[in-house]
């Protein structure tokens, strides 16, 4: 892993892009400050930078306190996302793999030949192996993710094995990215955003259109959008999902106070909070959230959260769709649903969202 470190910002030429990107640091393609040979970019749009110490400040003084999932995914919590797709009990993963792969040639019908495929919350890139197979002579993948070092190690990895297809990376929060950067998607076929994984569930409903008006926008006319999105069912399967036995998803949630306690300087007991998640009914979601056993504090910088027993910090959303409701919100954010496909259980949906020509 650490020959694929790339060298930090200070030692790399800083260039600047059109006002939008204005904080967009660079490497530039000569061989010694390249990441990976093999990748055409690396985007840097400094997500975390500031942010998670406001986040965490505002987030525990509110009511009732929360902090944005985005902020599970530092490198442990990454590494610890993928063991949780690995898990028996965690569906969504194996179903949405299979699924790809049993409904490639459609993908691939749909998109036509020399696509650009834009990938939002790219995680270890897995699933776009098997659609960047299927595509017809795919121009450009960018993978674009929250989390750096994940994100340059998975995709450098991705790039040596593509050699035909021009590959970068685009660090950046994908609910604060509203414009593709010149160089990215050139392409001379359709512009496709992937977001597998039910990423979108993340967000709340108005959150997810929000976000979905953006990416139609960045896909441009006659683009479209390839995205998984989970299906409600017995909630059994949900609670079982989202509380694995081998206590992955556990650790990935109280990783959060990992994080606080090494890069905030925060003092707290991390055996004071245990993991809590539970499927929603009203507001069809499972929710994930750290629960105070006994009274606990929080201290950062001089300020001080107590927490009552049994008192939360709410640290996930996971929506849970019917197709119709997908595709409602897919229309409000201005996509045309054109196909959607599921597995025979109806675990889960992957769905073909496109812009039309119009805009
Ligand atoms: C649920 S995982 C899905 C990963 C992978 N796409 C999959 O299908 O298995 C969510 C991914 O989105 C990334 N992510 C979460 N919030 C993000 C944000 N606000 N901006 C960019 N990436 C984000 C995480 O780092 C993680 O890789």
Same mark, same amino acid.
């Given at each position: 892993?650490?020959?694929?470190?790339?060298?930090?910002?200070?030692?790399?030429?800083?260039?600047?892009?059109?006002?939008?990107?204005?904080?967009?640091?660079?490497?530039?393609?000569?061989?010694?400050?390249?990441?990976?040979?093999?990748?055409?970019?690396?985007?840097?749009?400094?997500?975390?930078?500031?942010?998670?110490?406001?986040?965490?400040?505002?987030?525990?003084?509110?009511?009732?306190?929360?902090?944005?999932?985005?902020?599970?995914?530092?490198?442990?919590?990454?590494?610890?996302?993928?063991?949780?797709?690995?898990?028996?009990?965690?569906?969504?993963?194996?179903?949405?793999?299979?699924?790809?792969?049993?409904?490639?040639?459609?993908?691939?019908?749909?998109?036509?030949?020399?696509?650009?495929?834009?990938?939002?919350?790219?995680?270890?890139?897995?699933?776009?192996?098997?659609?960047?197979?299927?595509?017809?002579?795919?121009?450009?993948?960018?993978?674009?993710?929250?989390?750096?070092?994940?994100?340059?190690?998975?995709?450098?990895?991705?790039?040596?094995?593509?050699?035909?297809?021009?590959?970068?990376?685009?660090?950046?929060?994908?609910?604060?990215?509203?414009?593709?950067?010149?160089?990215?998607?050139?392409?001379?076929?359709?512009?496709?955003?992937?977001?597998?994984?039910?990423?979108?569930?993340?967000?709340?409903?108005?959150?997810?259109?929000?976000?979905?008006?953006?990416?139609?926008?960045?896909?441009?006319?006659?683009?479209?959008?390839?995205? +998984? =999105?989970? @299906?409600?069912?017995?909630?059994?399967?949900?609670? &079982?999902? /989202? *509380?694995?036995? %081998? #206590?992955?998803?556990?650790?990935?949630?109280?990783?959060?106070?990992?994080?606080?306690?090494?890069?905030? +300087? =925060?003092? @707290?007991?991390?055996?004071?909070?245990?993991?809590? &998640?539970? /499927? *929603?009914?009203? %507001? #069809?979601?499972?929710?994930?959230?750290?629960?105070?056993?006994?009274?606990?504090?929080?201290?950062?910088? +001089?300020?001080?959260?107590?927490?009552?027993?049994?008192?939360?910090?709410?640290?996930? *959303?996971?929506?849970?769709?019917?197709?119709?409701?997908?595709?409602?919100?897919?229309?409000?954010?201005?996509?045309?649903?054109?196909?959607?496909?599921?597995?025979?259980?109806?675990?889960?949906?992957?769905?073909?969202?496109?812009?039309?020509?119009?805009?």
């Amino acid at each position: 892993m650490s020959s694929l470190i790339a060298p930090g910002p200070a030692f790399l030429p800083q260039r600047l892009f059109a006002p939008h990107t204005d904080n967009v640091a660079r490497l530039f393609p000569e061989p010694s400050d390249r990441f990976h040979p093999a990748l055409e970019y690396m985007i840097d749009l400094k997500p975390d930078q500031g942010n998670f110490l406001a986040d965490v400040l505002a987030g525990l003084a509110d009511r009732p306190r929360s902090l944005s999932p985005k902020y599970f995914y530092d490198r442990v919590g990454s590494a610890l996302f993928d063991a949780i797709c690995d898990c028996d009990e965690y569906y969504v993963t194996r179903t949405e793999m299979a699924l790809l792969q049993d409904i490639s040639a459609d993908i691939a019908a749909l998109t036509g030949a020399h696509a650009n495929v834009i990938e939002y919350g790219a995680g270890s890139g897995w699933k776009i192996r098997l659609l960047l197979q299927a595509l017809d002579q795919p121009a450009e993948y960018a993978a674009l993710d929250i989390s750096r070092d994940h994100l340059e190690h998975a995709v450098g990895a991705l790039a040596q094995d593509f050699p035909a297809i021009r590959i970068g990376c685009i660090c950046a929060d994908f609910t604060r990215f509203h414009h593709l950067p010149d160089d990215v998607a050139q392409g001379k076929g359709r512009t496709l955003g992937f977001m597998p994984g039910s990423t979108i569930g993340n967000l709340d409903p108005e959150q997810a259109v929000h976000f979905l008006g953006n990416v139609k926008e960045q896909m441009g006319p006659g683009g479209a959008l390839l995205i +998984g =999105a989970d @299906l409600k069912k017995d909630h059994a399967i949900l609670q &079982a999902a /989202y *509380n694995d036995k %081998a #206590g992955h998803t556990a650790a990935f949630n109280l990783n959060l106070l990992k994080r606080m306690e090494q890069e905030l +300087g =925060a003092k @707290l007991d991390q055996g004071g909070f245990a993991h809590h &998640a539970f /499927y *929603n009914e009203q %507001a #069809g979601r499972v929710e994930m959230h750290l629960i105070a056993e006994g009274t606990q504090t929080i201290e950062i910088e +001089g300020n001080r959260f107590t927490f009552q027993d049994g008192e939360t910090l709410h640290t996930e *959303n996971s929506h849970k769709f019917t197709i119709a409701e997908f595709q409602d919100l897919a229309r409000k954010a201005g996509f045309l649903p054109e196909k959607v496909w599921t597995d025979a259980k109806k675990l889960f949906s992957i769905h073909f969202l496109s812009v039309p020509q119009d805009g």
